[in-house]
């Protein structure tokens, strides 16, 4: 009898612990996502701040990456670390005046940068502002959705990271997980941010964007020509935004970006600012631009302007 | 360091003996912050969308919660300035009850930071030297280091006096007093910082405003004593602690002249936005009005502004001050009130509407809500058990033992309803 009691009481001790063993695991399997339970989970977690790496540790975390996103989207991707080219300083400018609202560069952009489709995440949003009260934000409507565009009484305007000289964003990030660099874009490093969202509340144009979930991006659609500090594949819960495609524009070869070269009317207009025989220059010494909320000297590297 | 051991373990001790009322107040927490638990993994495992936060409104109830929560743990000082400063012997018999409510009200703040990061996985980015804090630039970053600062500090001076008292000795004044002193810049750094991390934004003209760091201040000094009222009162009916009458109403003398304060600053807000009347008067408008038909905060505010006006006036006077029945509705009107303001009423309308106009009316989901209503729970649950130990222990009901290594206990019950007591009160009270 006794011995039976015994018995009881180990099978009892044994399903108990196994119940907690279950437990346990189905609490890491929450936290840590249960396909990627391998090396690369670990290195990831301690990997150093981007800047504060050597070359032999960053072509090593690019190699993981690229392993691990090849592996993910069945294609070769690769994971760029080109830096910024020397004496170069991008600027943009866009022709208020040309856009019809048709937001091609909306979805062009998408399709470079590897958003999320499933929620939808959109570094470009388009305004339809009312003619008769000019640059007023507060009336625009970003939701229009006509047979055609554009409409009688309206004029559009895109806006997206205005790359400023005199970032809001960086500043107030606690762990210095996005920052200016010497090309004048703004870049967050993904595997670095905390998700405090900080940056989104400091931005004044809206140019911020947060994996509020794990991004749904299909393997069919992944671009594999990727940066690591732009248009990689994110993880979910950190910020993201416009990086001037620069996965095409710091390359030798350089391209320009995706939302440049769909525009339909040839509004928007980008290059080296400090090249004065650039596009660009040419635009800010020809027509009259101006930037966005240049109250808040944020200093925008990206002008507006009216051709007609 | 054995001593200290022996000091903890008798701690670990008390914690496990209690009345009944006891044991099933501190299970029901338990059960409060195991929801909140779950409310939390599903949040882990789907990610943030599972709340009503978006990339318009990115921060929510949270951040509300944060706020507030930083304004109660700061208001410890209205007890220490008369206790210590002063050296006024009812309120001094007290502070530290004042002391172990910002130790609890820091804990739900560094939770609620938390449970609104994206990765909280990599909260040790933040740790300097091991992770990289963006010290002095970023506010968050100020703001990870003096509520930290704060939490260490009243916790070391509690902590010590609570270890002496336990050997029935008298605190080490020496070192404890200049901590007391710097707890009062300290707790007024916390709100102050906290006030900056939103003022700072250009981006947002609702919290672009200087007067915001002192409209945090004053409202912290009314919610954070409010509440403090509430608790003493139920501690000196449910435990051997005493708590005069004299420190009540001395305390809620001070909370009207910081809602009068806090109600004056408003006014001055409010009168240069609307007759200012420029474009930066949307999110006023939004919260206290509605704008193009979005509405959803305009009854919370309206709440909020007379509960706290008619908490004030209670407060004011000094007759219904010293009555307990509407000092209480006082109080309670004015913890509300202030929650409100404080919390949604702040966050929410620098947000909307957002910079670019988009219009996007936050309220939040019921995930949001289990997992605030755990970590109140935590908090709830952390005082609770702080008293436990300091109750007894300033009573004398709790101390080391004649062999000097074993504790005594007198006090195993702790939360008894006292009948009689509350009785001969209730015909004492001159």
């Known amino acids: 009898m006794s011995d039976m009691e015994e018995h009881d009481e180990r099978v009892f001790r044994l399903t108990r612990r196994k119940a907690l063993k279950g437990l346990a695991l189905g609490i890491g399997a929450m936290v840590l996502p249960a396909k990627d339970a391998s090396a690369s989970v670990w290195e990831s977690f301690f990997q ?11 072509q090593k975390i690019l190699a993981r990456l ?61 305004l339809r502002l ?85 991004p749904g991006l299909p393997a069919g659609d992944m671009n594999p020509d990727t940066h690591y500090l732009g248009n990689r594949p994110r993880p979910v819960g950190v910020v993201e935004k416009c990086i001037f495609c620069m996965q095409r524009t710091r390359e030798r070869d350089g391209k320009y970006p995706a939302c440049v070269e769909v525009c339909p009317v040839g509004a928007r207009k980008f290059g080296n600012l400090l090249d004065p025989s650039s596009e660009i220059r040419n635009v800010i010494e020809n027509k009259r631009v101006f930037i966005l909320k240049e109250d808040l000297n944020t200093q925008p590297k990206f002008y507006y302007f009216y051709s007609v | 360091m054995h001593k200290i051991w022996a000091f903890i373990r008798g701690c670990f001790l008390l914690l496990r003996k209690g009345s009944k009322v006891y044991y099933a107040w501190v299970s029901a927490l338990l059960v409060l912050v195991v929801v909140g638990g779950f ?28 706020t507030f929560c930083v304004g109660v743990a700061a208001a410890a000082i209205l007890l220490v300035i008369p206790a210590y400063v002063y050296h006024w ?62 939490l260490v500090l009243n916790f070391s001076i509690a902590g010590h006096m609570l270890y002496k008292y336990y050997y029935r000795r008298e605190p080490n004044m020496k070192y404890v007093f200049p901590l007391l002193l710097f707890s009062i810049p300290a707790a007024i750094s916390i709100h102050t910082v906290t006030a900056f991390l939103f003022n700072g934004l250009a981006a947002r003209p609702f919290w672009n405003a200087s007067i915001l760091a002192p409209r945090f201040l004053a409202s912290a000094f009314c919610s954070g004593p409010a ?28 909370i009207a002249y910081a809602m009068f304060i806090n109600l004056f600053l408003l006014g001055a807000e409010l009168f240069k ?31 909020a502004m007379i509960f706290n006006t008619t908490a004030f006036f209670l407060f004011l006077i000094p007759q219904t001050r010293e009555n307990f029945v509407t000092l209480n509705i006082g109080c ?96 004492d009270t001159p």
Request: charged fraction near 20%.
């Open chain 1, 130 to 214: 009312e003619k008769e009260r000019g640059v007023d934000l507060e009336h625009s409507e970003q939701y229009y959705n006509p047979e055609t565009v554009p409409q009688e009484g309206y004029f559009y305007m895109p806006v997206q990271c205005q790359q400023c000289e005199n970032p809001p964003c960086t500043k107030v990030c606690p762990v210095q997980a996005t920052w200016k660099e010497n090309d004048g874009i703004v870049v967050v490093d993904y595997n670095w941010c905390i998700g405090c969202r900080y940056c989104m509340a400091a931005c004044p144009y809206g140019a911020r964007h947060f994996n509020w979930k794990k």
């Open chain 2, 89 to 150: 012997k009812p309120i001094k018999e007290i502070a530290i009850l004042g002391e172990l409510v910002a130790v609890s009200a820091i804990v739900m703040c560094l939770l609620f930071v938390t449970v609104d990061l994206g990765r909280p996985d990599r909260f040790w980015h933040l740790i300097p030297k091991i992770g990289l804090l963006n010290f002095p630039q970023s506010l968050l970053a100020w703001d990870v280091v003096v509520l930290n600062t704060y």
């Open chain 2, 227 to 254: 509440g403090m009222i509430l608790m003493f009162q139920v501690i000196r009916k449910w435990t051997n602690f005493d708590v005069q009458d004299k420190a009540i109403f001395k305390i809620a003398e001070l």
């Open chain 2, 39 to 66: 409310a939390y993994a599903n949040q882990m495992y789907y990610g943030l969308i599972v709340t009503a936060m978006r990339d318009q409104v990115s921060w929510g109830f949270y951040i509300s919660n944060f």
């Open chain 2, 332 to 427: 309670v009107l004015m913890f509300i009130g202030v929650y409100i303001e404080k919390g949604m009423g702040l966050v929410i309308p620098g947000f909307v509407p957002d910079v670019l106009g988009d219009f996007y009316e936050y309220s939040p989901t019921g995930t949001e809500i289990m997992v605030t209503i755990g970590i109140w729970a935590t908090g709830l649950l952390v005082y609770t058990l702080l008293l436990r130990i300091a109750v007894p222990i300033m009573n004398g009901d709790f101390h080391v033992g004649e062999d000097g290594v074993n504790p005594f206990i007198g006090d195993k019950l702790f939360l008894v309803r006292k009948r009689v007591v509350v009785e001969e009160e209730d015909f």
């Open chain 1, 48 to 58: 150093k701040h981007f800047r504060e790496l050597g070359k032999p540790e960053r």
């Open chain 2, 273 to 303: 936005e609307y007759y200012s009347d420029t474009a930066h008067l949307a999110p006023v408008k939004y919260l206290f009005q509605g704008l193009d038909g979005h509405s959803d905060l305009v009854s919370y505010i309206w709440t």
């Open chain 1, 66 to 126: 690229e392993k691990e996103y090849s592996a993910r989207y069945k294609k070769s991707v690769r994971v760029k670390d080109t830096p910024p080219p020397e004496g170069v300083l991008f600027g943009y400018a866009l022709d208020l005046s040309r856009c019809v609202g048709c937001r091609r560069c909306v979805y062009g952009c998408v399709t470079e940068n590897n958003q999320s489709r499933d929620p939808q995440i959109h570094w470009i949003k388009v």
